[in-house]
């Protein structure tokens, strides 16, 4: 295979989604770490999945200029369904640490 784009967008989008499980399991690990710190990793979590999608349309780019010789058309598409779901995940996250922080908040 010679599109690396596919291959690096595939990468990205996985460590994307590491990310923000990652950050969730420390949280559950260290009680030095609570999920409002942890929250941190959502706006990572954004950046990268974010690079992934273009990286994926990057891959596809490729796959069309050359005529389908370059490959990486699945992995790109695969690629892409991964950031679309690092996105939708670091959407809920928002939006639960948002419903956590105003618990917090009127307690």
């Known amino acids: 295979m010679r599109n690396g784009y ?29 999920y ?4 941190a990793a959502v ?3 954004v950046l990268l999945a974010l690079f992934a999608l273009s990286l994926a349309s990057r891959a596809g ?4 200029r050359t005529l389908g ?14 950031a679309v779901l690092a ?3 670091a959407a809920t996250a928002a939006l639960a640490l948002g419903v956590f922080g105003l618990l917090v908040l009127t307690d």
């Open 87 to 89: 996105l939708l995940l």
């Open 69 to 82: 010789r370059a490959g990486g058309a699945r992995l790109a598409r695969f690629a892409r369904g991964l």
């Open 61 to 64: 780019a490729v796959h069309q």
């Open 6 to 34: 596919a291959v690096s967008a595939l990468i990205v989008a996985l460590l994307s989604i590491g990310v923000l499980a990652g950050a969730g399991a420390v949280a559950e690990v260290r009680p030095k770490l609570d």
């Open 36 to 39: 409002l710190q942890a929250a």
């Open 43 to 45: 706006p990572v979590t």
